[in-house]
């Protein structure tokens, strides 16, 4: 099921994040920012959970049953995080999520590796609600929060919308339309995520990933990052 953690702050319009990793076929460990931002959100006052695909922990659910488990945990927002190779699975489950007329009604967000590196061509493939390339500790709490609001999410650094999501992202919102700037290809692009004041993050957290089970298939080693980039 998910692996979930409740809030630590207080928030009127707080809700539920549910971060998406298909990492199916993937090394066995966890990732820096999912932790990151779940760190922020918690402290904002949202609860988080994870559905973390891996072969290495034989936790590889089927889509019908990652549509069970989204729908118990019943989030506001679903947040997608992907290198390449997971990518296309990423892409199928949202499909299949916003394929259910409830959970369509979620507002579905990619970032990560890939979509940081192509940014462009995962916005064309207009399969997410909002594309989020670059760093997102800060700037994807802070589309949590407007989208909390109901506030326009269309301004916000990071934030880039497919011309064919407007529509859908406004009603979402409660709004009739999206004042974000639109460029020559017809999209809304705010450039990418800034990077954060790292020391500003409250804490992260690694809870969400199934720990234990990870250090035992790596024999107790544990990768440590000392920097952010390839």
Known sequence: GVRYLNPVGRRENGGRVLFIQPAIGGPAGVTDGIPSMSGVLRYRGYGTGLIHMSKKKGNVPSDEEIVAMVREYNPDVIGYSALTMEY???????????????????????????????????????????????????????????YMDGRDVSRLIGVNIHKDRFGRVASLTGRGSLDGKVDESGNIKNGLGLFPDVARIPWRDYELFDVETFLKVKSGFWGMLTGRGC
């Open 88 to 146: 296309e699975d990423a892409r199928r489950i949202s499909r299949r999520l916003q394929a259910e007329g409830d959970l369509a009604r979620k507002l579905h967000v990619v970032g990560g590796v890939h979509t940081t590196m192509v940014p462009d061509e995962v916005l064309n493939h207009g399969d997410f609600d909002v594309v989020m390339p670059g760093e997102a500790d800060d700037n994807f709490p802070n589309l949590v929060d407007a």
